[in-house]
């Protein structure tokens, strides 16, 4: 995530020199595994969490929390309306909440079309929570898993290629959404055990994710000014 991002926001820079467009295509392929990592995370987040309440209550302040380090990096986009990761990681939190809900089938997954349709607003929209969706109801069948994830991994590549073409750019631009193949070895060597429960482990993404765009928006700002 953190390659990502120093991809995303100084890659003007890095291209005033030879080696910048190949170290901007490296750090955005690895940026890749980043999304389908915090799937993966947040569905065994809901299967071992003690308290899916308190969970999802830190995914709602963390996403508000985030939006405005996430406004200022994407302050001279398009992007910058756009609602951060961590409300399309809620969303598909609620989403698992539902699906393990008492309610009726109709209205079960009407509840859950709708919270995906509203991902819509944040980043990663549709392909977090297909991704998450995935992860839940596959995850003891790892062959179905994998090959679902692969479709889902085609699609998002297929769709920024087509996007591009469209605007009139070279379809090669987008090649380092490949990346998203690379959470596949990492997938094959979990052994299927909880991780830590320190502290330090449970609240260092949610720290680390607004206050490294909060440095990375201040270094691109002071490099701007200068």
């Known amino acids: 995530m953190l390659l990502d991002h120093i991809a995303y926001l100084f890659q003007k820079f890095f291209y005033n020199f030879s080696w910048g467009a190949a170290l901007t295509f490296v750090f955005r392929t690895l940026g890749r595994i980043t999304a389908p990592v915090m799937s993966w995370f947040l569905v065994q987040g809901f299967i071992h969490t003690s308290s899916k309440k308190r969970y999802a209550l830190r995914l709602f302040i963390f996403a508000i929390i985030s939006q405005i380090p996430y406004y200022l990096i994407h302050s001279s986009s398009g992007l910058m309306a756009q609602l951060n990761v961590?409300?399309?990681?809620?969303?598909?939190?609620?989403?698992?909440?539902?699906?393990?809900?008492?309610?009726?089938?109709?209205?079960?997954?009407?509840?859950?079309?709708?919270?995906?349709?509203?991902?819509?607003?944040?980043?990663?929209?549709?392909?977090?929570?297909?991704?998450?969706?995935?992860?839940?109801?596959?995850?003891?069948?790892?062959?179905?898993?994998?090959?679902?994830?692969s479709i889902v991994s085609i699609l998002v590549l297929a769709s920024d290629i087509t996007i591009l073409c469209i605007k009139g750019y070279n379809w090669y631009l987008e090649l380092w959404q490949a990346g998203m193949f690379l959470f596949i070895p990492l997938y094959l060597s979990y052994n299927g055990e909880p991780g830590s429960r320190a502290a330090f482990h449970k609240w260092f993404f949610y720290v680390f994710y607004p206050l490294h765009l909060l440095v990375l928006w201040a270094i691109v700002r002071a490099i701007s000014l200068a």
Do not use: Q
């Not at 989403?95 to 944040?122: D, H, N, Q, R």
């Not at 980043?123 to 790892?142: E, G, S, T």
């Open 86 to 149: 961590i409300y399309t990681l809620l969303l598909s939190f609620l989403m698992l909440c539902v699906l393990e809900s008492p309610l009726e089938a109709v209205p079960k997954w009407t509840l859950i079309f709708v919270l995906i349709a509203f991902t819509i607003f944040g980043d990663w929209a549709f392909f977090v929570p297909i991704m998450v969706l995935c992860f839940y109801l596959l995850r003891d069948n790892k062959k179905s898993l994998l090959i679902f994830y």
